[in-house]
């Protein structure tokens, strides 16, 4: 292949998850009234390069010794708080943040937003260790790696979600799925648009909020590390506790991360 070609050529990676899901609901914003959680029980994750010098396997290193380009993991159910990271109104972007509805068929978020703790108190209030250790966040990690050709601005491309056919819950629409370098400054949030079943950025670490953002270089036998979180946004209308307490809670969705970088020259 030559140079010209190679530059235009983009590494893709792609991350599967399985999650359940929080059926119906009507409030305008929906958090729980009460200190509830809702299961994420996810299957599989796996992870694929449609590149022939890019490798990838599953958590934060590995994968400059590999030559596989496909990886799965299987995950376990993960309970799960509601949480938001800066799409509810009157919310630090970045920082994690949940709260209480109002009534048990009415999510209207009741007071204030407070910061998600870790109950050991060992980590910051409102960090991603916090929202870890306190059941708001569900995490899965992968590294990238190159053979031989040094890969640029490693990017989301695009998620999508391919609903169970046998399911009709709509966790789709309260599926969060962030996406993050290794140390967590260049970030992006991905949901469902409001009016269909594509996905959409709906905050980035970008001022603007920009898709676009960078989460690092690919250098050739080095492995550049990326985390995958998935959470439920609060203030999604699906998120109410009358839903939860009629238990309408299935699995529902696969969610596909696509990674894309550019290939330098030589």
Same mark, same amino acid.
């Given at each position: 292949?030559?140079? *010209?070609?190679?530059?235009?050529?983009? !590494?893709?990676? %792609?991350?599967?998850?399985?999650?359940?899901?929080?059926?119906?609901?009507?409030?305008?914003?929906?958090?729980?009234?009460?200190?509830?959680?809702?299961?994420?029980? &996810?299957?599989? %994750?796996?992870?694929? +390069?449609?590149?022939?010098?890019?490798?990838?396997?599953?958590?934060?290193?590995?994968?400059?010794?590999?030559?596989?380009?496909?990886?799965?993991?299987?995950?376990?159910?993960? @309970?799960?708080? @509601?949480?938001?990271?800066?799409?509810?109104?009157?919310?630090?972007?970045?920082?994690?943040?949940?709260?209480?509805?109002?009534?048990?068929?009415?999510?209207?978020?009741?007071?204030?937003?407070?910061?998600?703790?870790? @109950?050991?108190?060992?980590?910051?209030?409102?960090? &991603?260790?916090?929202?870890?250790?306190?059941?708001? %966040?569900? #995490?899965?990690?992968?590294? %990238?790696?190159?053979?031989?050709?040094?890969?640029?601005?490693?990017?989301?491309?695009?998620?999508?979600?391919?609903?169970?056919?046998? +399911?009709?819950?709509?966790?789709?629409?309260?599926?969060?799925?962030?996406?993050?370098?290794?140390?967590?400054?260049?970030?992006?949030?991905? !949901? #469902?648009?409001?009016?269909?079943?594509?996905?959409?950025?709906?905050?980035?670490?970008?001022?603007?909020?920009?898709?676009?953002? +960078?989460? !690092?270089?690919?250098?050739? *036998?080095?492995?550049?590390?990326?985390?995958?979180?998935?959470?439920?946004?609060?203030?999604?209308?699906?998120?109410?506790?009358?839903?939860? #307490?009629?238990?309408?809670?299935?699995?529902?969705?696969?969610?596909?991360?696509?990674?894309?970088?550019?290939?330098?020259?030589?």
């Amino acid at each position: 292949m030559d140079t *010209k070609a190679l530059k235009k050529q983009m !590494g893709a990676a %792609i991350a599967m998850v399985l999650v359940a899901a929080v059926a119906l609901g009507s409030a305008t914003f929906a958090w729980f009234v009460t200190n509830s959680k809702v299961d994420a029980t &996810t299957s599989t %994750i796996s992870a694929q +390069s449609n590149a022939a010098y890019m490798t990838i396997a599953n958590g934060t290193t590995g994968a400059n010794a590999v030559d596989t380009t496909s990886v799965k993991t299987e995950v376990t159910t993960k @309970p799960l708080y @509601p949480a938001t990271y800066g799409e509810q109104d009157a919310t630090k972007k970045g920082t994690w943040m949940t709260g209480f509805g109002t009534t048990l068929d009415d999510g209207t978020l009741s007071g204030s937003l407070v910061e998600c703790k870790d @109950p050991t108190g060992t980590a910051n209030a409102g960090s &991603t260790a916090a929202a870890l250790a306190g059941d708001y %966040i569900l #995490q899965q990690d992968y590294n %990238i790696s190159s053979k031989g050709q040094n890969l640029t601005g490693l990017q989301v491309e695009k998620v999508t979600v391919a609903k169970d056919s046998t +399911s009709n819950s709509e966790l789709a629409k309260a599926l969060r799925v962030l996406v993050t370098n290794a140390d967590g400054t260049a970030w992006v949030v991905y !949901g #469902q648009k409001a009016d269909s079943a594509d996905y959409e950025c709906k905050l980035s670490s970008d001022t603007s909020n920009a898709a676009t953002v +960078s989460l !690092g270089d690919v250098t050739a *036998k080095l492995d550049t590390a990326v985390h995958v979180y998935l959470y439920y946004e609060g203030k999604d209308a699906r998120v109410t506790t009358r839903n939860l #307490q009629d238990n309408k809670l299935t699995a529902t969705a696969k969610a596909t991360v696509f990674f894309t970088a550019t290939a330098d020259n030589k």
